[in-house]
């Protein structure tokens, strides 16, 4: 109560017509609605005011530091990114993005820089490889066993049969990501070295079969006492079955010791499922392109020892070498492509042909055209470079016209473009089939170009000699004629 009285006469003080009460809202008089008086009103506050004190310039000040700050994150994040790229950065691996092509692009230029020394410093060791076929085929080992040139393309062959495929196989793993992990690179590694040399010894093996009975189809006799030697020498090189021809009990140690450590080599690549796979299903390609392989051996056999065909052990070995390493450069290439752009069993829309246009092969703007533009460009400069040192080398043993030259030239160059083919319509083939091109075309592949080598290269031979007779008669019949 006395609250309120004092409310009400300081109310009354300060001079107001009417008392609020507890509770309750002042009464409008008579006259009208409640009124205050002039004095004891309180003008409202204007809130526009306060607003339109923040101008543009206050408004800039506040954002442009914080946005330059997260700018500046942003490219700092951007630079550590490109720096870390396929490293390993906390356990992640940093990539780019795929470009639309599935791959990223790459000049003619970069590739036939990546292509050219690989493929010289090979060209070189299977230029020495002839210059040492044309020395050792004079030996009395290869005088008295025929068939041991017949060997020659098969176990050539099987670098395009084990070691390409191997290196193919692996070049899809890193480009797909499977070796990133450290722990992962050693088990791959040491699976697929296992492999080859499984392959290695059963191919080793087989290749001396395959020689015995070629001959033996075309001189109508086999001889038995020439498997020891001939499976020997196919495993272990020439020399040491030369050696071991006078020796009753070496030759049969060495193929019993090479087949004991199979069990081992089997073990060490079953670790890896992959290889699993290709121990139970890959043994026909190796030995199909091992039986067409020795084919060409049979056309070598019979041609190396013949006075037109002087020089055919020289150059037998690079050109099917070279061949044989384009094309399994462009099946790598296309195999990658493929595995990083498709699914097995799924082919792109842009090859869906199983038969392509050749002028797509090469003509076009696609990678893998362009790629195969780049590798048949580099089969004249290769093969002329290898002329050059063989003339320099052993010049005498050799022909020097011009006209085999030529075409010697024009045949490494029809068989490259053959195989460039073949490779574009073997690789859509097995992909289609859900098969690895990795390990089902590289053998055939090679084997196709052992046997397109040598039946060329004996071609040129035999052409360049019915023109250099030919040329030789038209000089001698005006001298003999009557004066």
Not at 86 to 98: I, P, Q, V
Not at 223 to 244: G, N, P, Q, R
Not at 253 to 261: E, F, H, S, T
Request: proline fraction near 6%; hydrophobic fraction near 45%; glycine fraction near 8%.
């Amino acid at each position: 109560m006395d609250g309120t009285e004092t409310r009400q006469r300081r109310a009354g003080e300060l001079g107001l017509r009417y008392t609020l009460s507890t509770g309750r809202l002042p009464r409008a008089s008579e006259d009208g609605p409640l009124s205050v008086p002039e004095s004891q009103r309180v003008s409202p506050k204007p809130l526009g005011t306060e607003l339109s004190r923040e101008t543009a310039l206050s408004i800039g000040l506040q954002v442009i530091v914080p946005f330059m700050f997260a700018g500046l994150g942003l490219s700092g994040a951007g630079i550590l990114l490109s720096y870390f790229q396929g490293k390993k950065l906390r356990g992640f691996s940093c990539e780019l993005t795929r470009s639309p092509c599935g791959v990223f692009p790459e000049t003619a230029f970069t590739l036939t820089c990546q292509i050219t020394v690989p493929l010289l410093l090979s060209g070189l060791g299977m230029m020495t490889a002839g210059l040492l076929m044309n020395t050792i085929q004079h030996w009395p080992v290869f005088m008295e066993v025929k068939d041991l040139l017949t060997l020659v393309p098969p176990l050539v062959g099987l670098k395009g049969n084990l070691e390409m495929t191997l290196a193919s196989r692996l070049s899809t793993a890193a480009n797909t990501g499977q070796m990133d992990d450290p722990r992962e690179q050693h088990g791959v590694i040491s699976s697929n070295l296992a492999l080859i040399q499984v392959q290695a010894t059963v191919v080793g093996f087989l290749a001396p079969l395959a020689a015995l009975l070629l001959g033996a189809l075309s001189t109508g006799e086999l001889d038995f006492e020439k498997v020891k030697l001939l499976c020997a020498s196919s495993v272990i090189t020439a020399f040491l079955a030369a050696f071991a021809l006078d020796s009753r009990y070496l030759t049969p140690l060495v193929c019993i010791g090479l087949m004991a450590l199979t069990p081992v080599w089997v073990l060490i690549a079953r670790k890896n499922p992959p290889i699993v796979k290709i121990l139970k299903f890959g043994w026909f390609p190796i030995i199909l392109a091992m039986v067409i392989s020795s084919f060409g051996g049979l056309i070598l056999n019979k041609t190396i020892s013949k006075e037109q065909y002087k020089g055919m052990a020289i150059f037998t070995p690079i050109i099917c070498g070279v061949g044989g390493n384009l094309v399994a450069i462009q099946t790598s290439r296309i195999s990658t492509y493929l595995h990083m752009w498709s699914t097995p069993g799924v082919l792109p829309l842009w090859m869906k042909k199983f038969w392509p246009n050749p002028c797509s092969t090469f003509c076009t703007s696609e990678i893998n055209s362009m790629s195969a533009r780049v590798l048949l460009f580099l089969v004249i400069p290769g093969h002329l470079i290898f002329l050059y040192v063989i003339y320099l080398v052993e010049g005498h043993l050799v022909p020097n016209s011009k006209t085999f030259v030529v075409f010697y030239l024009l045949a490494g160059l029809i068989q490259v473009t053959i195989l460039l083919y073949l490779a574009e319509v073997m690789v859509r083939l097995t992909w289609h089939q859900a098969l690895d091109p990795d390990n089902h075309c590289i053998p055939y592949l090679t084997g196709l170009g052992d046997l397109l080598g040598t039946g060329l290269l004996a071609l040129c031979f035999l052409i360049s000699w019915l023109l250099s007779e030919a040329e030789l008669d038209g000089i001698l019949e005006p001298a003999s004629g009557p004066p």
